[in-house]
C-alpha cells in the first residue's frame, strides 16, 4: 500500500504544477515567448548546473569504483533498449519528428524526480548506492545518447552545415566536468555548491510547466492514446523493465551474486515514467512536441498503476 501511496502522491504532486503552467498559458499570463524562454534557461543554464551538482552530491571516487561493476547491468539493457527502439522506429514507420521521443521512452527515464523519492519510500536509504548504477548510467545515456536521437531528428534544411554545438550539448557538459571534478577530488565551495543547486532544483518545476503551456496550446484534446504513443509506453513500463528482469536473472544463473536490492532497485528504476524535460528538448530539435508531451504526461499518470504491478513481480527475486 505505501508503495502506491508514494506512487500516487509524486504523480498528483506533478500533476498540480503541469496544471498551474496549463491555466497560467490559458489564461494569456504567459506570452508566446516565454515557452522559448524556458527552453533556453533550463537547457543552457540550469540543467547543466543540476547535473553538476547531482553527481558530485551523490557520487564520491570510492563509490563509483564500488558501482562500476554492476554498472554493466544497465550498460546492456539500454543497449538493448536503443537497438530495438531504432529497429522499430523503421518497422512501424514512425515518421520523423517523433522518433528520437520513441527511442527515449524506452531507455531512458525519470529517474531524479520520481524515481529517487519512490526508490527510498521502497526501499529505504540503503537503496540509495544501488539506485545510483542506474541514476549514473540514465544520466550518461540521456545526454549522450538519447539527445543525439532527439536533435537528429528534426526537419533537415538543404546544405545544412555540421552544428559543432550539438556534438557537446550544455547538460553532456556538466555531466564531464561534473565526473572530472569528482576525479580528480576538486572542492566544491560552499557558496558555489548552494547556488548551483538553488538554480539547477528549477528544472523540474519549469519543465513540468512548459508541458502545461504545451498542453494549454494543443488542447486537452491532444491527450490521447494513438499507435506510436502506446508502443512507446509498452516500451517504457513493458519492455524496459523486462529487459532488465531478463538481464538480472541471466547474470544471476551465470553465477554472480546480486543482492535482492540491488534488482529490485533496477527493475523499478527501469519502468520510470519518461524524461520531464523531453518536450523542451524536442522543442529544440523542432521535432513533434505535442507527442513527446503526450507520452510524458500519459507515463506520469500510469505510472500510478505501473508500480504496485512491479512491487508484485520484484517480490519474486
Do not use: C
Request: net charge positive; aromatic share 12%.
Amino acid at each position: 500500500m505505501s508503495a502506491f501511496i508514494t506512487s500516487v502522491s509524486s504523480v498528483i504532486e506533478i500533476i498540480f504544477v503541469i496544471a498551474l503552467g496549463y491555466f497560467l498559458r490559458h489564461g494569456q499570463k504567459f506570452h508566446d515567448s516565454f515557452k522559448h524562454d524556458i527552453e533556453f534557461l533550463i537547457m543552457k543554464v540550469a540543467l547543466p548546473l543540476n547535473i553538476f551538482v547531482g553527481v558530485l552530491n551523490n557520487l564520491t571516487r570510492a563509490k563509483l569504483i564500488a558501482l562500476s561493476g554492476s554498472l554493466i547491468f544497465v550498460i546492456i539493457s539500454f543497449a538493448i533498449g536503443y537497438l530495438v527502439a531504432w529497429l522499430l522506429t523503421k518497422l512501424l514507420h514512425i515518421r520523423v519528428g517523433r522518433r528520437g521521443t520513441f527511442i527515449n521512452m524506452f531507455v531512458n527515464a525519470n529517474t531524479i524526480f520520481i524515481g529517487l523519492p519512490l526508490n527510498i519510500a521502497l526501499f529505504g536509504e540503503k537503496s540509495i548506492s544501488y539506485f545510483l548504477i542506474y541514476y549514473l548510467a540514465n544520466t550518461v545515456s540521456t545526454w549522450a545518447i538519447g539527445i543525439f536521437f532527439i536533435q537528429n531528428d528534426g526537419p533537415k534544411k538543404a546544405n545544412q552545415t555540421f552544428n559543432w554545438k550539438k556534438l557537446l550539448p550544455a547538460p553532456l557538459l556538466g555531466f564531464i566536468v561534473a565526473l572530472i571534478w569528482l576525479l580528480m577530488a576538486l572542492p566544491v565551495p560552499e557558496l558555489v555548491n548552494k547556488t548551483f543547486t538553488m538554480v539547477g532544483n528549477i528544472v523540474t518545476p519549469l519543465s513540468l510547466i512548459y508541458i502545461g503551456i504545451v498542453l494549454a496550446d494543443a488542447g486537452l484534446k491532444s491527450i490521447h492514446f494513438d499507435r506510436d504513443t502506446v508502443v512507446a509506453l509498452l516500451g517504457r513500463f513493458v519492455f524496459a523493465p523486462v529487459v532488465m528482469i531478463l538481464v538480472v536473472i541471466t547474470f544471476s544463473a551465470g553465477g554472480l551474486n546480486i543482492p535482492a536490492m540491488e534488482k529490485s532497485t533496477l527493475i523499478i528504476q527501469a519502468a520510470a515514467p519518461g524524461l520531464a524535460v523531453l518536450p523542451i528538448l524536442v522543442g529544440e530539435a523542432k521535432g513533434d512536441v505535442a507527442y513527446a508531451t503526450n507520452v510524458v504526461t500519459t507515463s506520469t499518470v500510469l505510472f500510478v498503476i505501473v508500480v504496485p504491478i512491479l512491487m508484485q513481480i520484484v517480490t519474486l527475486f
